[in-house]
């Protein structure tokens, strides 16, 4: 395993699905710090060299909780950090019709918060993945947490590959 410090995944969950993911995530790595946002401070992420924020997708986007402090986050406090960001959702081909047109127009958590991140000076550094769950509630869908630990050593291995130690 690489001996990437300063990197921290900040989550929020309902009901511990994506909780489940940021931990998967966080197998590739040593000396990772996986935080709530109910724990969260500014003084967490100063310092930090790669910083990857999950969530699960309410609405289109991220729960308020999580949105209030990327919010928090003064421009450009994210200069020269590495950034992505993941959330858990419905698999787009078992909805229906109609929630597919809705989940189209209104789009996923993800995206929104690799955007916030970046409007913070945060660098993309992989696009935004989505792990599927099967109900509201759960469970992950079976091979996600798996699926999610290859995720975070591809994360891994790009921010290598870049010549980060």
Known sequence: MANIFNTLIIYDSLHGNTKKIADSISKGFDNIKVISVENITLEDIKGINL??????????????????FLNSIPLNYLKDVYITSFDTRFDEKKLKLLLKLLVKTIGYAAIKISKIL??????????????????????????????????????????LDLGNE
């Open 118 to 159: 970046e409007s913070k000076g945060g660098k993309l550094l992989i696009q935004p993945e989505g792990f599927f769950v099967d109900d509201t509630k759960g469970p992950i869908t079976k091979g996600e947490e798996e699926r999610a630990v290859k995720w975070g050593e591809e994360i891994k291995s790009k921010y």
């Open 51 to 68: 910083l990857i924020v999950g969530s699960p997708t309410h609405g289109g986007t991220t729960k308020p909780s999580l949105l209030e």
